[in-house]
């Protein structure tokens, strides 16, 4: 019984999925009642909601009560608290498997003034920048989740730069060596997906992402750490979890 149960779960799974990928059923498009699936595939209801159920879940369909179901735009995160700690750690925390490809790792003057400022050097110093496309294995399909651009005073970065990037995380990196980040700072703002950022992205000219600015300081209040992250919108349904007394 069980067997033949999910045989039919897995028919009406693939079967509505099928719909959507060759744009049968087009975004915003209403699925027929769970009723008239039921006749369609000769089984319970029970059947037909848990593969629905299973598409609500991984972001193919979207529910709307007293209203239907409806063709939505995959969401890769459905919960986050936005990566206040590590991208890795929280993906992890999540089930899933982050996957990392280092696109720049390299020793340059610092001439820009907002990395000046943010880690507190003067014009010309030695900085490392490190820049890194970043994505969920299991989710790798529908494209990148994170664009990461990273600087580094000298001393920090030549101890970053020994380091495998695709391995190994910054936070691993830098609690390894007694550098953790006791004080990091964020800043969130929109901006449209610039042209060269959007080839990495896959991204369409004008989509928008989030930018989040952080500055990460040591328990001294040293900065060790600037970083600009890009978050493609249309990839994203942002929560932020706030708990009471």
């Not at 490190?130 to 994170?146: A, D, F, I, N, P």
């Not at 989509?207 to 040591?218: K, N």
Request: glycine content about 4%.
């Amino acid at each position: 019984m069980e067997a033949a149960m999910s045989r039919y779960y897995q028919q009406i799974l693939d079967y509505v999925t099928q719909q959507i990928e060759q744009d049968t059923w087009p975004l915003g498009y209403k699925l027929p009642r769970e009723i008239d699936l039921c006749k369609q595939f000769d089984v319970s209801r029970s059947t037909v909601r848990r593969a629905l159920s299973e598409l609500v879940q991984s972001g193919r369909l979207k529910r709307i009560k007293g209203t239907g179901t409806f063709v939505t735009q995959p969401q890769i995160i459905d919960k986050t608290t936005l990566f206040l700690q590590s991208f890795s750690d929280e993906l992890r925390a999540r089930g899933e498997t982050p996957v990392t490809e280092l696109l720049e790792c390299r020793f340059l003057p610092a001439e820009e003034e907002e990395i000046i400022r943010m880690l507190g050097i003067e014009r010309g110093e030695t900085v490392l920048k490190t820049r890194r496309l970043r994505y969920s294995k299991e989710h790798q399909e529908k494209g990148v989740m994170v664009l990461s651009t990273d600087y580094f005073p000298k001393d920090v970065g030549e101890i970053v730069q020994r380091y495998d990037l695709e391995k190994i995380s910054l936070t691993q990196i830098l609690r390894e060596n007694s550098l953790p980040r006791r004080r990091i700072e964020k800043r969130f703002s929109a901006q449209e997906i610039g042209l060269k950022d959007g080839r990495l992205l896959s991204a369409q000219p004008h989509d928008l992402a989030l930018l989040v600015c952080s500055q990460a300081q040591d328990e001294k209040g040293r900065p060790i750490e600037y970083s600009k992250t890009v978050y493609p919108l249309d990839r994203y349904e942002f929560k932020i979890w706030i708990e009471t007394a």
